[in-house]
Nanobody, 119 residues
Framework: QVQLVESGGGLVQPGGSLRLSCIAS????????MGWYRQPPGLQRELVAR???????NYADSAKDRFTISRSVGKNTVYLQMNSLKPEDTAVYFC?????????????WGQGTQVTVSS
């Protein structure tokens, strides 16, 4: 049905930047919101950022002023631009989509992309 595929993770130095991409197999207008979660090693999954169907963004405190979520409707893609990366940003980052319309109440997840920030 719905598939989400993340890309863009990798190894970067502290202070560096990465841009994550999440490509959905359906139009992003099938979803009330799309966003990014992350799971650091040994810790619980946490929200990083989300964007609603009207383009309104929301960020976790840890992501404010450093990360930017955006979307391309034509490419069925949501992005997470990450700047000024810190070692504590190291985690597996997951794309998430919340269904709209007949898909309401359903959550969809990508398989994750690893982000590692270290010297």
């Amino acid at each position: 049905q719905v598939q989400l595929v993340e890309s863009g993770g990798g190894l970067v130095q502290p202070g560096g930047s990465l841009r994550l991409s999440c490509i959905a197999s359906k139009s992003i207008f099938n979803f009330n919101a799309m966003g990014w979660y992350r799971q650091p090693p040994g810790l619980q999954r946490e929200l990083v950022a989300r964007i609603s169907s009207d383009g309104n963004p929301n960020y976790a405190d840890s992501a404010k002023d450093r990360f930017t979520i955006s979307r391309s409707v034509g490419k069925n893609t949501v992005y997470l631009q990450m700047n000024s990366l810190k070692p504590e940003d190291t985690a597996v980052y997951f794309c998430n989509a919340v269904g709209a319309g007949w898909r309401s109440g359903r959550d969809y997840w990508g398989q994750g992309t690893q982000v590692t920030v270290s010297s």
